[in-house]
T-cell receptor, first 115, second 116 residues
Framework: AQKVTQAQTEISVVEKEDVTLDCVYE???????LFWYKQPPSGELVFLIR??????QNEISGRYSWNFQKSTSSFNFTITASQVVDSAVYFC????????????FGSGTKLNVKP | DAMVIQNPRYQVTQFGKPVTLSCSQT?????MYWYQQKSSQAPKLLFH???????NEADTPDNFQSRRPNTSFCFLDIRSPGLGDAAMYLC???????????????FGPGTRLLVL
């Protein structure tokens, strides 16, 4: 069974603080994909990153970085020097097995960045 | 810019009155999806089309139907909306699903449905 857990329901930080959003997944598949999406108040889900199960390299994109660790089944997302515009709900998602089209979303983490 | 477009952004309907939500895409993607997202919850997949092949999720109520007349457009029909159907409806597309390779899903801005 596929499952994604985002244990942090809501996080509040002050602008310029670093913040890490946790994502833990469960799967029996050897090939799978992990995603992060951002959902600002406007509602649109914005794609941030995709990672496949064979690529454990961490990735950095500007202020965003991702730490993928298969040993702990985690795919955590760090925002460095947070900004008010980072305020949104962030979803981690998993796909794999026989149906790569089906995304298993975590419950989301709401990030509040205060000025 | 190429994108996924949903109209209208807000839709108000009456209990039991059929309503149709629309989605169009300029990405020329083969796969189109409809999700339902209720407040403070994760998106829930209702169904998807791979080209003209319709794939329904097992737990999607019969009240929800979909049409895809061509590559660019996909519609969500709610035959008899109930109060519990009030939600954000998100359309997404992905280029393909062939060869076991997952394709990233790109989402539209959503239509927020209110049922009175």
């Amino acid at each position: 069974a596929q499952k994604v857990t985002q244990a942090q329901t809501e996080i509040s930080v002050v602008e310029k603080e670093d913040v890490t959003l946790d994502c833990v997944y469960e799967t029996r598949d050897t090939t799978y994909y992990l995603f992060w999406y951002k959902q600002p108040p406007s509602g649109e889900l914005v794609f941030l990153i995709r990672r496949n199960s064979f690529d454990e390299q961490n990735e950095i994109s500007g202020r965003y970085s991702w730490n993928f660790q298969k040993s702990t089944s985690s795919f955590n997302f760090t925002i460095t020097a947070s900004q008010v515009v980072d305020s949104a709900v962030y979803f981690c998602a998993l796909s794999g097995g026989n149906n790569f089209n089906k995304f298993y979303f975590g419950s989301g983490t709401k990030l509040n960045v205060k000025p | 810019d190429a994108m996924v477009i949903q109209n209208p952004r807000y839709q108000v309907t009456q209990f039991g009155k059929p309503v149709t939500l629309s989605c169009s895409q300029t990405l020329n993607h083969n796969v189109m999806y409809w999700y339902q997202q209720k407040s403070s919850q994760a998106p829930k997949l209702l169904f998807h089309y791979y080209d003209k092949d319709f794939n329904n999720e097992a737990d999607t109520p019969d009240n929800f139907q979909s049409r895809r007349p061509n590559t660019s457009f996909c519609f969500l029909d709610i035959r008899s909306p109930g109060l519990g159907d009030a939600a954000m409806y998100l359309c997404a597309t992905s280029r393909d699903r062939g060869g076991g390779l997952q394709e990233t899903q790109y989402f539209g801005p959503g239509t927020r449905l209110l049922v009175l």
